[in-house]
C-alpha cells in the first residue's frame, strides 16, 4: 500500500514561513504568491490532522509541533543544498566587515590576485552571523566574540590588540601623555563593541574608570572621527595601521593584547576546493605578517608632524 508523502514544495513553503515569521516573506523568497504559501500550509495541517501554525493578524508563529518540523526541515533543506553546491560549486566568495575591507583588505587584495588570477574574489560585507549555504559565502573573516555558525571550520589567525588612538594634533593640544590625561579627553567607541573601553583598561591594568561619551555605527566612522580631532578612539590595531604608519593617526599608549582572537570560518563543504584552500592559505600568511599585533610601527611620519606644529 503506497503512503501518502506530503509536497516537497509544501514543505518549503512551511519551513520559509517559519523562518522568516510571515507568509509573506516566505512567498517573496520561493517566488509565488501569498494564497500559494497560506494552500500549501493548510494541506499539510490537513494530511497530519493538527495545527502547525498559529496565525496572526502581521505574522504567524509554529506550534510547538510545527516548530519541532520546520527545525528539521532546516536542516534538511540546509544539506540538500550544500550536497548540491559540492557538484555545482558558486564563486569564491569572502565575508568581512566594511571596516575589515576598507582598512585592510583592499590595500592588500592586489597581492592575492597576483598570485592567483584565474580566481574570481567576490565579497560579502557583513561582520554578524551567516549561512554559508544560503549566502554563498566561502570564508569568513571574523572576531572570536561572534558566534559562530554549527559546524563551521574555525581556524584562529592571531590575537587581537587594542588601543586608544587620536590624531597628531589632539594628542598635543590634550597633552596625553599620561593616562590621567584621558579623563579629560573625548572618548569615542562604536556601538558594535560598547566594551571596547572596558576591554583595554581590563587587559592592560588599569584601575582608571574611564567611559567613552560618544559612539558611532561602525569602526570606520569611529577611525574617521578620531582622524579628525573629536577625540580619543578605541580601535583594534589591524584596523588602523595604515593611519598609524602615515602619521594620520598616533597611538599614545601603544597596544595591548585584547580578549578576542580574529579567526577565519571556513565552510565545511567548500574546505577542499583549491581557490577555497589558496584563499585561506593567503589570508593567514597576511594576517601573521609583523605589525598587527605586538611590534612596533614606525611612526616617524607622525613625530614630524607633531614637531611640526606650533607650541600651544
Not at 508523502?5 to 507568509?23: D, H
Not at 565579497?123 to 570564508?139: H, Q
Not at 602615515?246 to 577565519?264: D, E, M, T, Y
Amino acid at each position: 500500500m503506497s503512503v501518502k508523502r506530503p509536497s516537497l514544495n509544501a514543505l518549503r513553503a512551511f519551513e520559509a514561513t517559519v523562518r522568516l515569521s510571515s507568509m509573506s516573506a516566505a512567498a517573496d523568497e520561493l517566488l509565488v504568491t501569498h494564497g500559494a504559501v497560506s494552500r500549501h500550509i493548510k494541506s499539510l495541517e490537513d494530511m497530519f490532522a493538527i495545527p502547525l501554525l498559529l496565525r496572526g493578524a502581521r505574522s504567524v508563529q509554529a506550534t510547538p509541533e510545527g516548530a519541532r518540523l520546520a527545525m528539521e526541515l532546516t536542516s534538511a533543506f540546509s544539506l540538500i543544498a550544500s550536497s548540491v553546491e559540492q557538484l555545482r560549486p558558486g564563486p569564491l566568495t569572502l565575508a568581512c566587515s566594511s571596516t575589515i575591507m576598507m582598512s585592510w583588505l583592499i590595500p592588500r587584495i592586489r597581492g592575492f590576485h597576483a598570485l592567483h588570477p584565474e580566481i574570481e574574489l567576490r565579497f560579502n560585507m557583513n561582520y554578524d552571523r551567516i549561512d554559508f549555504v544560503r549566502d554563498e559565502i566561502s570564508v569568513a573573516l571574523r572576531i572570536s566574540m561572534i558566534e559562530p555558525p554549527k559546524e563551521v571550520i574555525i581556524k584562529e589567525m592571531i590575537d587581537e590588540w587594542i588601543g586608544p588612538v587620536c590624531s597628531p594634533e589632539y594628542m598635543q593640544a590634550n597633552e596625553i601623555t599620561t593616562l590621567a590625561a584621558l579623563e579629560r579627553c573625548t572618548l569615542l567607541s562604536t556601538k558594535t563593541r560598547p566594551a571596547g573601553w572596558k576591554d583595554w583598561m581590563g587587559s592592560s591594568g588599569q584601575s582608571c574608570n574611564l567611559r567613552a561619551s560618544s559612539s558611532y555605527e561602525h569602526f570606520y566612522l569611529l577611525i574617521q572621527a578620531a582622524a579628525c580631532g573629536l577625540g580619543v578612539a578605541m580601535v583594534p590595531k589591524i584596523l588602523v595601521l595604515s593611519d598609524l604608519r602615515s602619521g594620520k593617526l598616533v597611538a599614545p599608549f601603544g597596544f595591548v593584547r585584547g580578549p578576542n582572537k580574529i579567526v577565519l570560518w571556513i565552510a565545511p563543504h567548500l574546505r577542499m576546493r583549491p581557490d577555497t584552500k589558496a584563499l585561506v592559505a593567503w589570508l593567514t600568511a597576511e594576517l601573521r605578517k609583523p605589525g598587527a599585533q605586538g611590534e612596533a610601527i614606525e611612526v616617524a611620519a607622525a613625530v614630524t608632524r607633531l614637531n611640526s606644529l606650533p607650541a600651544s
